[in-house]
């Protein structure tokens, strides 16, 4: 059987399945994650002497510190993933929720009602988390998967689907609810991608490249989870100190992620104060800056920021630093070069913060607070699928809601149109 043909299976029997999964109880779902999550639990050992083969193999093809950092797995992961299988499995069911009702001048009541979207593709790069997320997410909206990892988590997402499977089929799972395509070669995505028979939708997660390859080539329709090239402003009206732990956090507590600040943006009324603070809390944890032209007369040192770098999410310890006169300066910079994913101001000043908000298009706007909040479980939606960008469907962190769309039930009493 050729490659194509394999997948074409795999697809046609995950149609099935979603056919049959969507007839499952809460109650049954839920028990199914549980399961998942114990097995998960108790197969630690096996899942991280998995994952050191992967990192051994991305060591050897010297592969970058962000792209080892996300294919990482630790004890610490692992428990996050277990715990947020349990998480979504607490969770209410989206799958029959009613969004809306009306009662027509005929005596026609007219329901709205979450659905599944059916069979979810989920193309992914480097984290073997996603594994789980993704089925726990698309399994309890009622949803089949077929998940497409990378080729250096091959291993560890071998061995995750294999431990899902063997829970979750003796609690009641339809066969084929969970599939993995088993291969590392690369024409396995563009024969995936080109199922709109039987697949509903494609959820990309990697790097740019990949995805722009998969929306323009793509039948089936694309969810995309873009860049996060995120912005932290830091306005006129900032409490100084809040502003330093946040830009920190946003920046160090874990570079190589899409909700970290690629861009930190600093009023010039406070510059010459707060640059130097931060800029010195920046150098001793490593951050390499790079600075605009009004940035250098203040530290002639920094390397020069050019028009590049405002377009470059660099997911490491590499960090771009503009003043700005104004607060549209502020705004009109992001929405230039931001990626629509995750921006903050940082201000006292309820005015300006309240225009940032409104005035910045990005999925999540934040006042006050850190960037690294663009998260599933932060945003207590148990887990995430993928932070989407664009604006059709879903925006921002995708959980259960975001894998269902809706159908209309009517209910009459013989009624006819005239």
């Keep these: 059987m050729t490659l194509k043909e394999k997948i074409r299976e795999k697809a046609s029997r995950a149609k099935i399945a979603a056919g049959k999964i969507k007839k499952l109880s809460a109650t049954e779902k839920n028990g199914i994650l549980l399961a ?53 499995a607490s969770l209410p069911d989206p799958v029959g929720e009613t969004m809306g009702e009306i009662i027509r001048y005929n005596g026609l009541r007219i329901e709205k009602v979450r659905v599944p979207l059916g069979v979810i593709g989920v193309i992914y790069e480097s984290r073997p988390n996603v594994t789980c997320d993704a089925s726990g997410l698309c399994l309890k909206s009622g949803n089949a998967v077929l998940l497409r990892g990378g080729s250096f988590a091959f291993n560890s997402n071998f061995l995750l689907v294999k431990i899902m499977i063997e829970a979750a089929l003796p609690k009641g799972l339809p066969e084929d609810s969970i599939q993995f395509i088993e291969t590392t070669e690369r024409e396995a995505i563009g024969e995936l991608i080109c199922l709109d028979e039987f697949i509903d939708v494609i959820i990309p997660r990697g790097g740019e490249e990949m995805i722009k390859h998969i929306k323009s080539n793509a039948s089936v329709p694309v969810i995309t989870h873009g860049k996060g090239l995120c912005h932290t402003y830091v306005d006129k009206e900032a ?13 160090v507590q874990r570079p190589g992620v899409c909700n970290a600040m690629e861009t930190l943006l600093v009023h010039k009324e406070i510059a010459k104060e707060f640059l130097p603070k931060m800029i010195k809390i920046f150098k001793e944890a490593d951050v390499e800056l790079r600075g605009c032209t009004k940035t250098k007369t203040i530290f002639p040192s920094l390397k020069e920021a050019t028009a590049e770098d405002w377009e470059t999410e660099y997911l490491s310890l590499t960090l771009s630093i503009k003043i700005v006169d104004s607060l549209n300066e502020a705004i009109e910079h992001i929405n230039q070069y931001g990626s629509q994913h995750s921006d903050a101001i940082i201000t006292e000043n309820k005015e300006r913060a309240e225009q940032f908000l409104s005035w910045v298009d990005s999925a999540s706007v934040y006042w006050n607070a850190s960037t690294r909040f663009s998260d599933g479980e932060e945003f207590g939606l148990g887990a995430e699928i993928g932070i989407s960008t664009q604006k059709l469907h879903a925006r921002g962190p995708m959980g259960l809601k975001g894998l269902t769309s809706y159908k209309f039930l009517i209910y009459g009493n013989g009624q006819i149109r005239t």
Excluded: H, Y
Aim: aromatic fraction near 4%; hydrophobic fraction near 40%; charge should be positive.
């Design 36 to 88: 998942i999550a114990s097995a998960l639990e108790k197969k630690e050992k096996e899942i991280l002497e998995a994952n050191r083969k992967d990192l051994n193999l991305a060591r050897e093809k010297k592969c970058s510190f962000a792209f080892i950092e996300r294919l990482t797995l630790t004890k610490e992961r692992i428990k996050n993933m277990v715990d947020g299988l349990r998480k979504v």
């Design 239 to 251: 409490n100084p100190e809040q502003a330093q732990k946040i830009c920190f956090n946003a920046k």
